[in-house]
């Protein structure tokens, strides 16, 4: 596959998906601290994502770094744009930004409900 | 394979030369950095401008030779 056809269903992922989270592993069983990590952060707003699971697809794993030049996974997607890596996305969450995101990109956010699938 | 700090800092200054970086070693096997970066160059720029900045310094060794790089990144507090 090209890296066109690859970038073709990583822009449909994130434009049919409100949350989209490229990761190691899946949202039950992440295979990377990193991964881990994120998936916590979203399972606590109770946000709905759709977890991509980068291990499962070497075209992907490559694809998607180059795709949002970035070196590395976790990245996560709200609203079809790149908001960051495990680093970025730790920090808008203490910093309650992330949820501010959520909030102004019409993401349910739901604190205590877990909604991973 | 651990990449030494002092490289790492090398090469972070060597694109970002105003650029004041502190290192600590994570876990302490010399694989696992946590690095914050203090740099005008960050001004108006978003996080993520600010770690591909950073990032494209590294010159792909982030992801690679460099495992783990937990990276903060900020501008000079006037």
């Known amino acids: 596959m090209s890296d066109n056809a690859?970038?073709?269903r990583i822009k449909?992922?994130?434009g049919e998906n409100n949350v989209v989270l490229y990761m190691k592993g899946t949202p039950v069983f992440p295979q990377c601290g990193f991964s881990a990590a994120v998936v916590q952060v979203l399972n606590h707003l109770g946000v709905r994502f759709?977890?991509?699971d980068i291990l499962a697809d070497p075209e992907l794993r490559q694809g998607i770094k180059t795709f949002s030049n970035w070196p590395t996974v976790p990245q996560l997607y709200v609203k079809g744009?790149?908001?960051g890596g495990c680093d970025i996305v730790r920090e808008m969450f203490e910093s309650g930004e992330l949820t501010e995101l959520f909030n102004t990109s019409g993401v349910e956010v739901n604190?205590?409900?877990d909604a991973a699938r | 394979m651990p990449m030494?700090?002092?490289e790492i800092e090398r090469l972070i200054k060597a694109k970002i030369p105003d650029a004041s970086v502190n290192l600590e070693d994570l876990?302490?096997?010399g694989d696992h950095w946590s690095a914050t970066v203090i740099s005008a160059a960050f001004k108006g720029k978003s996080r993520v401008q600010q770690h591909q900045m950073v990032y494209e310094a590294l010159r792909g060794r982030m992801g690679g030779e460099l495992h783990a790089l937990a990276l903060q990144t900020s501008t000079p507090k006037d």
């Open chain 1, 111 to 113: 604190i205590g409900a």
């Open chain 2, 27 to 29: 876990v302490g096997d």
């Open chain 2, 4 to 6: 030494n700090p002092a």
């Open chain 1, 12 to 14: 449909r992922d994130i």
């Open chain 1, 50 to 52: 759709k977890g991509i």
């Open chain 1, 6 to 8: 690859v970038f073709e």
């Open chain 1, 81 to 83: 744009q790149f908001v």
